[in-house]
């Protein structure tokens, strides 16, 4: 019994080793809860904003057995705001069955928003917990949940959504909802609340 349920856990670590080898990227949206001033000198309530816009890149390597490495960049823009992160990770993948693996992922993350001269930056330790699910052939959803432990903790809620179109190449549509706290100031005693939803749209190609 066993040994038939390791060969069965070895031939689904094949199959879904392919959802931990990529490279992806696109365009990407995001939308604030709270408006924000997009010009840093001269503002005036015309020059608020609740979006930025710009693009993200991702990518992924399952180097040996279950274990990967993944990194990932984004930055969007509006006027003088602008915002950027950033990722890099190892993490380590474990199969459910011939469709579905779920994953852990550790590493260190930053968060930089500058609006004209004024700069916050976070860096700190993540960590990330997700899963990778086949619903259909052609469609994959990978649900997850990101900490990050800066100054405050900043959360991740995101949905991603994978289209096969061909045996290498497919259509990405994400959906992010991201919760942090950037502390500013000479004692990192003054806060800036950061609510925001993004919105990737990309293609995918996996190795």
Do not use: C
């Not at 060969?7 to 080793?17: E, P």
């Not at 816009?53 to 490495?69: E, P």
């Not at 993004?198 to 190609?205: C, D, M, V």
């Amino acid at each position: 019994m066993s040994s038939v349920f390791f060969a069965h856990s070895a031939a689904a670590a094949t199959n879904l080793s392919q959802d931990y080898n990529f490279v992806s990227g696109g365009i990407q949206y995001n939308h604030y809860k709270d408006k924000a001033y997009k010009k840093a000198e001269n503002a005036k309530k015309s020059d608020m904003t609740r979006h930025t816009a710009g693009g993200y890149l991702r990518g992924s390597w399952n180097f040996y057995d279950n274990m990967f490495v993944e990194a990932r960049a984004e930055g969007t823009k509006n006027g003088d705001l602008k915002e950027t992160g950033a990722l890099a990770g190892v993490g380590y993948f474990m199969p459910v069955n011939d469709k579905m693996s779920v994953y852990g992922l550790a590493g260190y993350s930053a968060e930089h928003v500058k609006l004209g001269k004024s700069k916050v930056t976070e860096k700190g330790l993540t960590g990330e917990v997700g899963a990778k699910y086949q619903v259909m052939d052609n469609w994959t959803v990978e649900p997850a949940v990101r900490y990050a432990k800066y100054h405050k903790a900043g959360y991740e809620f995101r949905l991603g959504n994978n289209f096969k179109v061909t045996d290498h190449v497919s259509i990405e549509a994400n959906v992010a909802r991201n919760n942090v706290k950037l502390m500013y100031g000479e004692n990192h005693d003054q806060e800036v609340k950061l609510k925001e939803t993004n919105f990737e749209l990309g293609a995918r190609y996996n190795f």
